[in-house]
């Protein structure tokens, strides 16, 4: 028998490539930055070569594929298939086909990260980019800020795109900040370490600026979480100097454009229900509503807002989204589903806690960033919808892949 051909694309590099260059174009708003882009679908394009990039190395370059089924990987596909199939019950099944679409897209994505990072090294490399990467909206809204250009409220950064959103924003960069202090730890055995070590925490310290600068409580909350949670495992290591970290911190909270300082949240604090709070519980009333009708099946994926209207309050204000990733699971897609998406979380958080636990130090600093990073998930989700975003989907590809090296 002939010896097997081989092929160019048997490491899947240029799915590997196309899957770095998606995040980068998921976090610079490529469409929005270069206008001209938008009628290429940038993301669309460029995350579908990816795919089929790594279809054509396993098929052609005799490449093993992997469906990334540990780290949460098996009840992610279970939970996608709900919001795939929820447009046969739902109550606005066009809603819901723009939902399942979507799903179809994080799930490839999701898909490629846990085959194309296949080393150590890639799994630094995404982690660094995803990091990176984050720079563009950082900047962005810090720009916006200090020029006073298009603030919300007068006082709140942001940027373009789904940026537009300061919450949104937030969000997105509190998932990168435990990435790049994971990085920092895992810089050990490089020339010029301690510049190497600053400059990653010089990138953390620009993204807990833009997060302060839009005002978001939701992710400001979530950022103290992270930071408390690598503040905690830092002191438990012995490193006293992020005493000083600590105190930068708390000073920054404590600026004029700090979140803890808008007029709302001061009357939040003094016992008042301000008009942003009484909108999420509002939300919150109207999806417990919905999962008291419907706690298996939901009104189907993305179609809590139009549904709003039907199960609201008579005293809720108008239709809105339901500000909390949990509850906006449980009413669209039932309790049982719930379920299953929190299992996914946890059996990644489970995995990555093994992953440390037995890996040597690199690569259990790098398995703490995306334990960090999904703890600021968790908690940004209590006040945001975000169980259909890009940072999650990226983080749970990466985790099964870093399990998969392991």
């Known amino acids: 028998m002939p010896a097997p051909i081989a092929v160019p694309y048997s490491r899947a590099s240029w799915a590997y490539a196309f899957f770095l260059a998606f995040i980068v174009i998921v976090y610079s708003a490529s469409a929005h930055l270069v206008p001209q882009l938008e009628v290429i679908a940038p993301g669309k394009t460029v995350i579908a070569l990816a795919f089929f990039a790594l279809l054509w190395a396993c098929t052609m370059g005799r490449r093993n594929f992997t469906l990334g089924l540990g780290a949460g990987g098996g009840a992610l596909y279970l939970f996608s298939l709900a919001v795939i199939v929820s447009p046969l019950w739902s109550r606005w099944p066009s809603v819901s086909f723009e939902a399942a679409a979507e799903s179809i897209k994080y799930l490839a994505g999701f898909v490629v990260a846990a085959n194309v990072l296949d080393s150590r090294r890639r799994v630094r490399h995404a982690l660094a980019v995803l990091a990176l990467a984050a720079l563009f909206p950082a900047i962005g809204a810090i720009s916006n800020y200090v020029g006073g250009v298009d603030l919300v409220e007068g006082t709140r950064a942001r940027w373009l795109g789904v940026f537009r959103n300061p919450n949104y924003l937030a969000y997105y960069l509190v998932m990168s900040v435990p990435l790049a202090l994971a990085l920092r730890d895992a810089t050990t055995a490089v020339r010029h370490r301690a510049l190497v070590r600053l400059g990653w925490l010089a990138i953390a310290a620009v993204l807990v600026v833009a997060i302060l600068l839009t005002g978001s409580r939701g992710g400001t909350l979530g950022l103290g979480a992270v930071l408390l949670l690598w503040l905690v495992r830092s002191l438990a290591r012995g490193r006293i100097a992020v005493g000083a970290a600590a105190a930068?911190?708390?000073?920054?909270?404590?600026?004029?454009?700090?979140?803890?300082?808008?007029?709302?949240?001061?009357?939040?604090?003094?016992?008042?229900?301000?008009?942003?709070?009484?909108?999420?519980?509002?939300?919150?009333?109207?999806?417990?509503?919905?999962?008291?009708?419907?706690?298996?099946?939901?009104?189907?994926?993305?179609?809590?807002?139009?549904?709003?209207?039907?199960?609201?309050?008579?005293?809720?204000?108008?239709?809105?989204?339901?500000?909390?990733?949990?509850?906006?699971?449980?009413?669209?897609?039932?309790?049982?589903?719930?379920?299953?998406?929190?299992?996914?979380?946890?059996?990644?958080?489970?995995?990555?806690?093994?992953?440390?636990?037995?890996?040597?130090?690199?690569?259990?600093?790098?398995?703490?960033?995306?334990q960090c990073a999904l703890f600021g998930f968790v908690v940004c989700s209590l006040t945001g919808g975000y169980a259909y975003t890009w940072p999650l989907y990226f983080v749970l590809g990466i985790a099964a892949a870093l399990e998969r090296n392991t």
């Not at 949240?265 to 999962?291: C, F, M, N, P, Y």
């Not at 489970?350 to 440390?356: W, Y």
């Open 248 to 370: 930068l911190i708390v000073g920054l909270m404590m600026t004029p454009s700090s979140p803890l300082a808008r007029e709302d949240t001061q009357a939040t604090l003094s016992g008042k229900i301000d008009a942003s709070a009484q909108g999420r519980i509002d939300a919150w009333r109207t999806a417990e509503r919905i999962v008291y009708d419907k706690p298996l099946l939901g009104v189907g994926a993305g179609a809590f807002i139009p549904s709003y209207e039907i199960y609201a309050p008579g005293d809720a204000g108008p239709a809105r989204a339901a500000h909390n990733s949990f509850a906006m699971i449980a009413a669209e897609l039932g309790l049982p589903v719930l379920a299953v998406f929190c299992s996914a979380l946890v059996f990644a958080m489970l995995s990555l806690g093994r992953v440390a636990r037995r890996s040597p130090p690199r690569q259990a600093a790098i398995a703490r960033g995306l």
